[in-house]
């Protein structure tokens, strides 16, 4: 059954869950359970929900596991929030009727919560402009440039008026988390985030990956800011002149800094650049432990894998229509799938 909730009550709030083909199932259940959670704990039901869809019927997840949904059309009422769960494919998304059905619920007061891809589907419909909005990190650089109105951040989530985005994944259940403190207080969102096991419900500002110079907490502020800037520009990296002047701090003092807490390795981090903007930088700094060099080196290998397929994505956008065609080549979608 598309309904799904238990001992429905008038005075629950609806929410109602709108799926597209290939939605991450974490996602789902991450943002559903805490509900489900609510209800258990309360002494009536909080909420009730529904699965919709473009055109109803089952909707499978990228796990294949197929969810049954009902027509977005055939909904009688607003609900008082709505849910869009999206992932593979979002970004293609295109159907007037749906984005005018969005623009309809915004103007009606409904809260829009887009997890993960979905973000592409608010801002299609335009009403993501002016507004803070975030996605899945590995798909950040696309959005943002293909969106230059909207102020994307890279964190779990946002919430700017009525308008939510997500990352996806467990930052889902952060978000609705803050949308139960935010309706029934910061105690029954604690005891639902105990019901489930959850640690403490992370800030929606808080980072959406743990990376090279961030996992210690000893690292200086200036290295991880440092290590997020090459992750930034990763396809086009910057040199260490660049990010030294980005940072308002002296080249030196950066060397000094990764030296000292990352082992000495500023050189392995822009071999060409490094060397030769200071060729003895590597005197002045002594030598290298070759294993924490080979653990960089490791991550920085795992780093450029990770943001392989956003590259690929964004490499297949700039493709001329006629060779691209819709998945950006043979080639390409070979190796997208």
Request: hydrophobic content about 45%; glycine content about 8%.
């Amino acid at each position: 059954m598309a309904d799904t909730a238990d001992s429905p009550s008038e005075r629950a709030r609806e929410v109602a869950f709108f799926l597209l083909q290939r939605f991450n199932m974490l996602t789902l259940a991450a943002a559903l359970e805490p509900l489900r959670a609510a209800n258990y704990l309360a002494s009536a039901p909080l909420y009730r929900w529904r699965h919709l869809s473009p055109t109803g019927g089952p909707v499978s997840a990228s796990n294949g596991i197929a969810v049954e949904t009902m027509p977005f059309t055939d909904l009688d009422r607003p609900p008082g929030l709505l849910v869009l769960v999206a992932s593979w494919g979002a970004d293609h998304f295109h159907d007037a009727e749906v984005f005018a059905w969005l623009r309809r619920l915004e103007r009606q007061g409904v809260e829009l919560m887009a997890l993960e891809m979905a973000v592409h589907i608010l801002a299609r419909a335009g009403l993501l402009a002016g507004r803070k909005a975030t996605t899945h990190w590995s798909w950040m650089p696309g959005f943002a440039e293909k969106y230059p109105r909207i102020e994307a951040v890279e964190q779990l989530y946002a919430v700017d008026g009525k308008v939510m985005t997500c990352a996806g994944g467990s930052a889902a259940l952060d978000l609705m988390l803050d949308a139960i403190t935010r309706e029934h207080g910061a105690r029954l969102a604690a005891e639902v985030a105990d019901q489930v096991l959850c640690p403490p419900a992370r800030p929606g500002d808080a980072p959406q990956r743990r990376t090279l110079g961030t996992a210690a907490e000893e690292a200086h502020p200036d290295v991880r800011a440092a290590v997020a800037l090459m992750e930034a520009h990763i396809a086009e990296p910057l040199t260490m002149p660049e990010i030294a002047r980005d940072l308002s701090l002296s080249q030196r003092r950066l060397e000094r800094l990764f030296h000292r807490h990352m082992g000495g390795i500023a050189g392995a981090l822009q071999p060409a650049s490094a060397a030769a903007a200071c060729p003895g930088a590597a005197k002045q700094h002594g030598p290298v432990d070759p294993r924490r060099l080979g653990r960089l080196r490791l991550q920085l290998d795992d780093l450029f894998l990770r943001r392989l397929p956003c590259l690929l994505r964004q490499a297949a956008e700039r493709l001329p229509p006629g060779l691209a065609g819709r998945r950006g080549g043979p080639v390409v979608a070979g190796i997208l799938r």
